[in-house]
C-alpha cells in the first residue's frame, strides 16, 4: 500500500561492475529493493525522495542509472492532472470499498431447527449480531455467552467472522449421558429391568444369557475378569445387550380446553437492516395475542448481493375459546402425546401394546402399556482396583 502511495521509480543499473554498486548501497543500507534480471540487464525499484541518495554510490561504483518507469498515486496525479474528476471518483470508489468492507454483510446461522428460527434471529437482533454492524462490534466469545444464557436449548454456539460473513453455529443440547472414556475400565449395567434375549460381548464377561430377568443396575457384562494365573484384569467392558422391557404411559385430556384460534387479521411490517440500522418501511408491531412469522430476504442488484437486508414480519391475531371436546378427539390427543413419549425411548421394536381408557375429574386418562425390544445396557465406571496388594516379606516392618 505504502508503495502505490509514494511515487515508485524502476531504476536500470548500466556499467560493467554492478555487484560493487549492490555491495555499496548494501554497506550503507540505501532503500534499493526488488533487484532483478532481464536478460543480462540489472532492474530495481527506490522511491523518487530516496533515488538522489544513488547518485553518490553509483558514482563510486562507476555505473549510471537510468529511470525507465514511474509507479505510484503522485505519478498518476501529473500524468492525469487533466482528468482529476476522473482520479477523484477512482479515488472514491476506492474508499467506499474499503469502508463497506468494514460492515458485516450476512449472517449465516447454521443448524437452527426450525423451531428456534424466531427466538434465535430476535436474540441475535437484540445482541448485534445482523447484517449491516461494524465487523469489529462483533465480539465473538462474549456474544457466545450471551447467545447461551438467552438460548438454553442449545449445549453449543460458535460465532465467527470471515471478511464480511458472520457466522453463528448452533448445537442441540444433548441430553443424553455421556459414555464412559474408553480409557477407562467400566462394567455394563442394565438401565431398566427386563428378560434377557440376546447379549453380545466385544470386550468383557457376561454374566447374563438368554431368559434371564435382569434388575435396573444389575451388571450385564462385567469389566473384571481373572486370568490362567488368579490376577485380575480391569478392562473396558463394550457390547450390546436386548432385552424386552414393560413401559407404561399415561395421559390425561380434559373434556372441556382453551385453545387458540386465528381471527383471520394479520398486519405484515417491512424493514431495511443496513450499516446497523433497522429502517421502517410500513407497518408497527401490533399489540394483543399475535402469531409472528419472520422472513429475510437479502438484496440483489443481478447475481450480486449487496450489504441491506429486507426483513418482512407477519403478525397473525389470534383468540381465545372454549370448546368442549368429544371422547374421541381427547383420546386422540392423548394417543399423540403418548407417541411422542414413545419415540424418545429408542426402542428397536415393539412387541405388543395395551391400551385403556378411563374417566377422570372433566376428561379422560389414556393408559397404554407396551413391551418393547430395546438395548439396556449402560456404562458405569470401575472406581477401585480388584488385585489384591503384594505381600510383604517375613522381615519386614
Given at each position: 500500500m505504502m508503495h502505490f502511495i509514494r511515487e515508485i521509480y524502476r531504476i536500470e543499473i548500466i556499467g560493467i561492475t554492478p555487484e560493487r554498486f549492490l555491495n555499496v548501497v548494501n554497506r550503507r543500507q540505501l532503500p534499493l529493493f526488488n533487484v532483478h534480471c532481464v536478460g543480462n540487464r540489472m532492474f530495481g525499484f527506490i522511491s523518487a525522495a530516496d533515488f538522489p541518495s544513488?547518485?553518490?554510490?553509483?558514482?563510486?561504483?562507476?555505473?549510471?542509472?537510468?529511470?525507465?518507469?514511474?509507479?505510484?498515486?503522485?505519478?498518476?496525479?501529473?500524468?492525469?492532472?487533466?482528468?482529476?474528476?476522473f482520479m477523484a471518483g477512482f479515488g472514491l470508489?476506492?474508499?467506499?470499498?474499503?469502508?463497506?468492507?468494514?460492515?458485516?454483510w450476512f449472517v449465516d446461522t447454521v443448524n437452527v431447527p426450525e423451531a428456534y428460527a424466531v427466538s434465535v434471529s430476535d436474540a441475535m437482533n437484540d445482541l448485534g449480531v445482523r447484517t449491516g454492524v461494524f465487523i469489529s462490534s462483533v465480539d465473538g466469545p462474549l456474544l457466545e455467552v450471551e447467545l447461551e444464557e438467552r438460548l438454553p436449548q442449545f449445549d453449543f454456539i460458535k460465532v465467527s467472522c470471515i471478511g464480511c460473513n458472520a457466522q453463528v453455529y448452533f448445537s442441540p443440547t444433548q441430553r443424553e449421558n455421556e459414555s464412559v472414556s474408553e480409557k477407562d475400565p467400566?462394567?455394563?449395567?442394565?438401565?431398566?429391568?427386563?428378560?434377557?434375549?440376546?447379549v453380545?460381548?466385544?470386550?468383557?464377561?457376561?454374566?447374563?444369557?438368554?431368559?434371564d430377568v435382569v434388575y435396573p443396575g444389575d451388571t450385564l457384562i462385567s469389566g473384571i475378569f481373572s486370568n490362567e494365573g488368579g490376577k485380575n484384569t480391569l478392562v473396558?467392558?463394550?457390547?450390546?445387550?436386548?432385552?424386552?422391557?414393560?413401559?407404561?404411559?399415561?395421559?390425561?385430556?380434559?373434556?372441556?380446553?382453551?385453545?387458540?384460534?386465528?381471527?383471520?387479521?394479520?398486519?405484515?411490517?417491512?424493514?431495511?437492516?443496513?450499516?446497523?440500522?433497522e429502517i421502517p418501511l410500513f407497518g408497527s408491531p401490533p399489540k394483543g395475542n399475535y402469531r409472528r412469522t419472520v422472513h429475510e430476504t437479502p438484496v440483489t442488484v443481478g447475481a450480486i448481493p449487496l450489504p441491506f437486508l429486507l426483513r418482512s414480519e407477519q403478525w397473525q391475531e389470534l383468540c381465545y375459546i372454549e370448546k368442549k371436546c368429544t371422547a374421541e378427539e381427547c383420546i386422540a390427543q392423548a394417543e399423540s402425546f403418548i407417541d411422542r413419549k414413545l419415540q424418545k425411548s429408542h426402542y428397536k421394536e415393539i412387541v405388543s401394546s395395551d391400551v385403556t381408557?378411563?374417566?377422570?375429574?372433566?376428561?379422560?386418562?389414556?393408559?397404554?402399556?407396551?413391551?418393547?425390544?430395546?438395548?439396556i445396557s449402560q456404562e458405569r465406571k470401575l472406581l477401585f482396583d480388584p488385585a489384591p496388594p503384594p505381600a510383604k516379606n517375613a522381615d519386614e516392618p
Open positions: 544513488l547518485a553518490d554510490a553509483a558514482q563510486k561504483a562507476g555505473v549510471r542509472l537510468e529511470i525507465t518507469d514511474r509507479h505510484g498515486l503522485p505519478y498518476l496525479a501529473r500524468h492525469y492532472r487533466k482528468r482529476l474528476g470508489f476506492c474508499l467506499t470499498l474499503w469502508y463497506l468492507s468494514l460492515f458485516v467400566c462394567d455394563l449395567t442394565a438401565s431398566q429391568g427386563g428378560v434377557i434375549v440376546s453380545v460381548a466385544n470386550q468383557g464377561l457376561p454374566l447374563v444369557e438368554q431368559g473396558h467392558a463394550s457390547g450390546e445387550v436386548t432385552a424386552l422391557v414393560e413401559e407404561t404411559f399415561s395421559e390425561s385430556v380434559s373434556y372441556r380446553q382453551t385453545a387458540t384460534e386465528p381471527t383471520g387479521r394479520t398486519v405484515n411490517i417491512h424493514h431495511i437492516m443496513a450499516f446497523g440500522m381408557v378411563s374417566d377422570c375429574n372433566g376428561g379422560l386418562r389414556v393408559t397404554r402399556t407396551v413391551t418393547l425390544l430395546k438395548e
